[in-house]
């Protein structure tokens, strides 16, 4: 068993029971286990990774190759806020790549990267299935749909306002 | 005593457009005039048109309300529940004649439409198993168990002539009768949920409006081939699915109708569900079978083939989630039924999935047969903002465009081939003059490229060659050999990759090189992209890497 450099705190016991949980099955499902600690910790730092590795008896190295494979998995902590725009095929017809360039100008940071007071990371998907509303975004887990440049900086604008009320 | 049933739509369009609020608007009025008794509200699955959400319906009136807010509840409740007198301003209106529908069943949008996969889909409770059962749920399953043997099922599937759903259009009645035929110890089902094509949402629909069924068509599909266990593989971006699949499944294995002794036969049958991970070629089978391993999902050669050789090396069966949804009808209702609806060799409905361009965008189901220019004129209402229809795009990355003077062409798995598109899994995104097809193209390889799995190098480089020479020409700097470089490339990808999707990644271009050859030549020769889509002179800096 390889050492891995946690410090424990509740957010193992969490991932412990999980894991604890899914070993009950014949085969336990390694993308589940990663799903489940991304739940928790909100991505996928190495000494988690490790932890899962020795909890599941499976090579790091090729739980590395996992997460990397899948766009789902981050490696990199998100900030409060993500936000995903949904480059798809719906949403890319009806104009969303306006809608990032205007994200991005005016969060003043490009796909991948997070705000200097860290409340939102920009990233891109594809398609939500709600192409019907096209083009979309979502934020952490609520959808915003019919966007426009304009209507995409209002809605990131109401979000600083609610955050600022809160501070202060 | 109830006087009026209320459906109000909780899709996940329609909760995105603030379903959730005009529910809770409803539920407190209902309250404080004390209309308890008289009105009986049911939140169910996508209704279909997405785009005017969020959707309620009043029966017995009919009365088909779109575009809802707290406001526009507070007058209905007053008028058309107190009074009796639907509010005529808040109903669907016919973009044509400007009039108000007074009667969801004479609205254009639902008219040519055949719900057999849809038809709980925004009519019941999908959180509710009652009501799936009241609408003849599990009787099919019932059926199969005690009067069928697993022969007789594989019959009924092959000759109502139902083929797959999720793309290839492979008859499923064969593909069981290899799986049935088999050896192995122990055998799997797997419904592929995967629904990787972005711009395609029919299979969200399906596990959200009507989970049941799904569930029901895998145990039938487990007791023909012979299975006792399932997996549901979905996407991680689907989280309502998973959540409703999972309430389903707890459901269904309360009432012993999954899990073991079901309906106290000696059939076993247990389902688990498996999240993706956000990755386009997981849709592929073996690479889905990989994923489910605990695996990258890369796919594999076949043959073998899954229904030899599957999950763990076990004979397995995977079909998508509307092939699914179509047995326990088929079972119920005959072959025959089945196969009156259709073209000759392309038999049922298929559900698509409406939206770009168009007025009404959302999701259908339609007789296969049944011409695009109906899907896009009649049920979608036409082009949106008076602008001029260029081309539908079909299938996706694996798809192709279809021009106007193809519109009239009979929706089928052949036609479509033989026009260079494909049935695929249902996205139809509709294209207006404001849409570059050099653009499209360019889109679609750029997708590819990301998520080609990096195995095999005609899809790895040859893909990326491609994308680089439409990048080029979209920026003004093409020259006419491009084009003839392109196509070779392109045969070459489609000739030597491993799996379908290097094999069907070229469509998008080959397509649009048919039918929008003038768009490429304008941009090479004369800098020129008549969309106003590329931009020639500025290189403008792209934000995605
Ligand atoms: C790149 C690629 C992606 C695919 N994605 C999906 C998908 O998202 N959903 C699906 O049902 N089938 C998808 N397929 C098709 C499956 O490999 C398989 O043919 C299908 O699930 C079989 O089910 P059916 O016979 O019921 O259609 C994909 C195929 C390829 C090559
Ligand atoms: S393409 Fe954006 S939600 Fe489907």
């Known amino acids: 068993m390889q050492k891995c450099d946690i410090k424990e705190n509740p957010q193992y016991d969490a991932l412990r029971l999980s894991l604890r949980i899914l070993k009950k099955e014949e085969k336990p499902s390694l993308i589940e286990a990663l799903h489940r600690a991304q739940e928790i910790f909100g991505y996928l730092p190495e000494e988690v990774l490790c932890f899962i590795s020795n909890e599941l008896k499976v090579p790091l190295s090729k739980i590395y190759g996992v997460v990397t494979f899948y766009h789902f998995f981050r490696t990199e902590p998100a900030a409060k806020y993500l936000i995903n725009i949904c480059l798809g095929t719906a949403c890319f017809v009806k104009g969303s790549e306006k809608v990032l360039k205007a994200l991005s100008e005016d969060l003043n940071i490009k796909v991948g990267e997070t705000t200097a007071d860290k409340l939102f990371t920009l990233s891109t998907a594809r398609c939500f299935g709600c192409c019907g509303l096209a083009p979309v975004m979502m934020i952490n887990k609520d959808v915003y749909g019919n966007l426009s440049p304009d209507k995409a900086k209002s809605i990131i604008e109401e979000y600083r306002r609610k955050e600022n009320q809160t501070n202060g | 005593m109830t006087i009026l049933t209320v459906l109000i739509c909780s899709g996940a369009a329609c909760l995105s457009s603030g379903e959730e609020a005009v529910k809770n608007k409803l539920m407190t009025l209902i309250n404080e005039k004390n209309l308890q008794d008289e009105v009986k509200v049911i939140e169910t699955g996508c209704m279909g048109p997405c785009q005017y959400g969020p959707l309620m319906i009043v029966y017995p009136d009919n009365s088909f309300y779109i575009s809802l807010n707290e406001d526009k509840i507070e007058k209905i409740v007053d008028e058309h529940f107190i009074k009796g007198r639907p509010v005529k301003e808040y109903l669907w209106e016919t973009p044509e004649t400007r009039k108000k529908v007074e009667e969801k069943k004479i609205i254009p949008f639902f008219e040519k439409q055949l719900k057999i996969v849809l038809g709980n889909c925004g009519n019941i409770d999908p959180e509710n198993i009652d009501e799936y059962i009241g609408t003849g749920g599990y009787e099919a399953l019932a059926k199969v168990l005690t009067e069928m043997t697993p022969e007789e099922v594989i019959d009924v599937v092959t000759k109502s002539g139902l083929r797959g759903r999720g ?371 500025e290189i403008e800096e792209k934000v995605i890497k």
């Open chain 2, 167 to 537: 793309g290839a259009g492979f008859p499923t009645g064969l593909k069981w009768k290899f799986a049935r035929e088999a050896k192995g110890d122990q055998k799997f089902v797997i419904c592929n949920g995967d629904e990787g094509d972005p711009g395609a949402f029919m299979d969200r629909s399906v596990c959200e409006g009507d989970p049941h069924t799904v569930l029901e068509g895998m145990a039938i599909a487990g007791y023909a081939i012979g299975a006792n266990k399932g997996y549901i593989y979905i996407r991680a971006e689907y989280p309502l699915s998973v959540k409703r699949l999972q309430l389903a499944l707890k459901q269904a294995k309360k009432y012993g109708l999954i899990g073991k002794k079901i309906l106290e036969t000696d059939f076993n049958f247990d389902i688990d569900i498996r999240i993706g991970a956000g990755a386009f070629v997981c849709g592929e089978e073996t690479a889905l079978i990989a994923s489910i391993e605990g695996e990258r999902g890369q796919p594999r050669p076949r043959p073998p083939f899954p229904a030899q050789k599957g999950l763990w090396g076990k004979p397995t069966i995977i079909n998508n989630v509307e092939t699914l949804s179509n047995i326990r009808k088929i079972i119920l209702n005959g072959p025959e039924w089945f196969s009156s609806v259709g073209t000759e060799k392309s038999k049922g409905t298929k559900v698509f999935a409406l939206s770009g361009k168009v007025i009404n965008t959302g999701l259908v189901e339609v007789p296969i047969g049944i011409s695009l220019r109906e899907i896009i004129f009649d049920i979608g209402g036409g082009i949106a903002n008076g602008k001029k229809f260029k081309a539908v795009q079909i299938g996706g990355p694996s798809g192709g465009c279809v021009s106007e003077q193809n519109l009239d062409t009979p929706v089928d798995y052949e036609s479509l081939t033989s026009l260079g598109a494909i049935m695929g899994s249902g996205g139809l995104i509709v294209l207006d003059e404001d849409n570059c097809m050099v653009d499209i193209a360019k889109f679609f390889l750029e997708f590819t490229v990301d998520e080609s799995c990096g195995q095999c190098i005609p899809c790895r480089v040859g893909l990326k060659q491609m994308y680089n020479i439409l990048d080029k020409i979209t920026k003004g700097k093409g020259t006419m050999e491009d084009i003839t470089r392109l196509e070779e490339l392109a045969k070459v990808v489609k000739s030597t990759s491993l799996c379908a999707l290097g094999q069907t990644a070229p469509n998008p271009v080959l397509s649009t090189l048919k039918y929008f050859r003038d768009e490429y030549y304008e941009h090479i020769k004369e800098k020129k992209c008549r969309a106003n889509v590329c931009k020639f002179d």
